[in-house]
């Protein structure tokens, strides 16, 4: 998952950098390279919901969070987390 930092976006697990384009704000994106499938938050986290949730890697148990329609419209939402704390991020399907 890649979020906006110094105006590109980082990935916090192995540090690849995107340049920010102007169609990209607001939007959520998921591409995918061969095996990999990267997902791109652009809202501003500070405001993004938080919520009660134990967080996998450092059991911290607040977390910010957003639902998006990841796969088809029959499916049920993505819920997508961030601890507050390590900024771990991870879904719930």
């Not at 501003?44 to 088809?72: D, F, H, M, N, W």
Request: aromatic share 10%; hydrophobic share 25%; charged share 35%.
């Amino acid at each position: 998952m890649m979020f906006p930092k110094d105006g590109k976006y980082v990935c916090p697990k192995c540090n690849e950098v995107r340049e920010i384009k102007k169609e990209d704000k607001e939007t959520f994106t998921m591409h995918s390279t061969s095996k990999d499938e990267t997902a791109v938050v652009t809202d501003e986290v500070a405001t993004l919901p938080k919520t009660r949730i134990l967080c996998p890697k450092c059991g911290y148990s607040e977390a910010y969070y957003t639902i998006r329609q990841t796969r088809s419209a029959d499916e049920p939402e993505t819920m997508i987390y961030r601890c507050c704390k390590c900024n771990h991020s991870w879904r719930e399907y």
